[in-house]
T-cell receptor, first 116, second 112 residues
């Protein structure tokens, strides 16, 4: 149980375009989803916390107008990278926290974004 | 300020040996300490986790040792196997539905 999926698993886009990444909890309801970014050989850095039905909370230094997060349901959160630039190329990983009280976080498989 | 410090950065262990990775934390308000394993191109997977009211937790070949007074915790992998070669991250979290704070990771290589 506790499976989190991400789509797409990888994407290549041109500079200036927007890309949407989906994060789904497949077998549990997630009141909270977290979005992380990971550069090669580095740790995971929290970008934002997404709560169902409310605005996301962004970490310091993360542009909310550039990284749009929508958490429309208890099983789906989306991250849209707007006007992507090569420096946005990274591995984006979401995690979903279960509703049941332990707040265990289950991670998705990640999305590799390459901006050319 | 790095809230969770992890060492070593990389580790090479012989097959069958014990791999030990250490972490230290700053904030005594943290109350949940998980370890994650990550293979290249994949998301992290939870290995084992501990809360500060317990000094040790064992699951199969993986053991967490927790020293609350020293604000340190460590992961021990017994009988290390080549399939254990991955990057390991320690993390910490406040109580409730809060985000994880990760260490910088340890790249483990288990050689035959």
């Amino acid at each position: 149980g506790a499976v989190v999926s991400q789509h797409p698993s990888w994407v290549i886009c041109k500079s200036g375009t927007s890309v949407k990444i989906e994060c789904r909890s497949l077998d549990f309801q997630a009141t909270t989803m977290f979005w992380y970014r990971q550069f090669p050989k580095q740790s995971l850095m929290l970008m934002a916390t997404s709560n169902e039905g409310s605005k996301a909370t962004y970490e310091q230094g993360v542009e909310k107008d550039k990284f749009l997060i929508n958490h429309a349901s208890l099983t789906l959160s989306t991250l849209t990278v707007t006007s992507a630039h090569p420096e946005d190329s990274s591995f984006y990983i979401c995690s979903a926290s279960n509703r049941g009280g332990t707040y265990e976080q289950y991670f998705g498989p990640g999305t590799r974004l390459t901006v050319t | 300020q790095q809230q969770v410090k992890q060492s070593p950065q990389s580790l090479i262990v012989q097959k069958g040996g014990i791999s030990i990775i250490n972490c230290a934390y700053e904030n005594t308000a943290f109350d949940y300490f998980p370890w994650y394993q990550q293979f290249p191109g994949k998301g992290p997977a939870l290995l084992i986790a501990i809360r500060p009211d317990v000094s040790e937790k064992k699951e199969g070949r993986f053991t967490i040792s927790f020293n609350k007074s020293a604000k340190q915790f460590s992961l021990h992998i017994m009988d290390s196997q080549p399939g254990d070669s991955a990057t390991y991250f320690c993390a910490a979290r406040y109580s409730g539905n809060t985000p994880l704070v990760f260490g910088k990771g340890t790249r483990l290589s288990v050689i035959a």
